[in-house]
């Protein structure tokens, strides 16, 4: 497949996916504001906050429409720049990959919300009231950062428009010249020819893995175990397990608030793993590729899918696990299918029903 048809292939899934993805927060959004239970308390503001930055960064996927790709050791995520401002571009470009910082603190924080709940933590009162303007404040500074060190660590240089520009072409099409990129690159070439670490990539990467703990740490004062998002969500999501383990044998609470918890926590749980799948595991494996000196060309184009499909898949499981919002669904469709079976008496022809009364 030639450069140019795997460009628009990947730009025409980004204008699916997003049109898909607004639809569905928006529609979410809805569920969580007219059919949420009380006992979700400030939660449900909590996930209108996701899907509110789902859209945005659906927003910013259509129009940056990124591709992510792999050169040797290099990993790219490249906006073609076309008429528009080459520095415009460039913020946007960072601005996109900021996102996921935001993304991981969301989910780390909700994991948090979810564990002081369920075990009586006073330390839930972080997620109440004005709190929660503080809490947005410390997602977006999250991101902030991460697109921070995007833009100036691992933005354009002449050395990796060197590095890519012949594979650039012949697997994309394209110039370093019509580009705008935020790319990791492992390794240098001194002045020997000898291949060195790159210590401005290797330092960048390490914020970007430990930014997000360290900052909810700051705002939560919360113990950790790990110093990356992915281990210190899985660390409060076991801990939260085991509190939904002991609260069904507490007879002081009640079954629908047990079963609410329950619901909340099994969909929690589901929505962190579409971005894990989705987000993480692939650049993952980019990185470890790029680490190897392994090019992969092409194939790294359906990391630019699967996370283009992220923000259009991670409403449903909010959507579809919360029995609130399932009855919702399932009882507009039953309305749906009931409605056109449905006639007036006087519609139907006197023939039949003379034959029903002589029955």
């Known amino acids: 497949m030639n450069g140019f048809e795997w460009r628009k292939i990947q730009h025409d899934f980004h204008i699916v996916s997003t049109t898909a993805a607004i639809a569905l927060n928006i529609f979410l959004i809805i569920l969580i504001s ?23 960064f ?31 571009m460039r913020v946007l470009t960072s601005t996109y990959c900021g996102s996921f910082g935001c993304f991981l603190a969301m989910f780390a924080m909700l994991f948090v919300y979810r564990y002081y ?105 919360v113990e950790l175990l790990s110093n990356t998002t992915v281990f210190f969500i899985f660390q409060y999501g076991i801990r939260t397990y085991r509190f939904l383990q002991q609260i069904t044998k507490n007879p002081n609470m009640s079954e629908k ?43 790294a184009g359906i990391d630019t899918i699967a996370i283009s499909l992220f923000p259009a898949l991670d409403p449903l499981p909010t959507i579809f696990v919360i029995k609130a919002y399932r009855l919702t669904i399932l009882g507009c469709l039953t309305k749906c299918r009931v409605a056109p079976l449905s006639r007036p008496t006087s519609q139907v022809p006197n023939a039949i029903l003379v034959s029903v009364a002589n029955m």
């Open 117 to 221: 709940v369920v075990s009586g933590n006073p330390k839930v009162k972080y997620f109440e009231s004005w709190y929660l303007a503080p809490l947005a404040l410390t997602v977006l500074l999250c991101g902030f950062i991460w697109a921070a060190i995007g833009y100036f660590l691992f933005g354009p240089s002449e050395e990796i428009d060197a590095f890519i520009r012949l594979d650039l072409y012949k697997e994309l099409g394209l110039h370093p010249e019509n580009i705008t990129y935020v790319a990791p690159h492992f390794y240098l070439i001194n002045e020997a020819g000898e291949k060195v670490w790159n210590w401005n990539c290797i330092n960048g990467m390490s914020g970007v893995c430990t930014i997000v703990v360290g900052v909810v740490y700051l705002f939560f004062n």
């Open 58 to 88: 659906s927003s910013v996927d259509i129009i940056v429409s990124p591709i992510v790709h792999s050169f040797h050791t290099v990993v790219i995520v490249l906006t073609v720049v076309g008429d528009r401002p080459k520095p415009l």
């Open 257 to 299: 608030a047990r079963t609410m918890q329950k619901q909340l926590f099994y969909a929690l749980v589901i929505q962190a793993s579409v971005p894990l799948l989705l987000l993480q595991l692939p650049l993952m494996t980019l990185f470890v590729f790029a680490l190897l000196n392994i090019h992969l060309g092409q194939i």
């Open 34 to 56: 007219t059919r949420s239970p009380k006992t979700m308390r400030s939660y449900k503001y909590l996930l209108m906050g996701v899907s509110i930055f789902e859209m945005f």
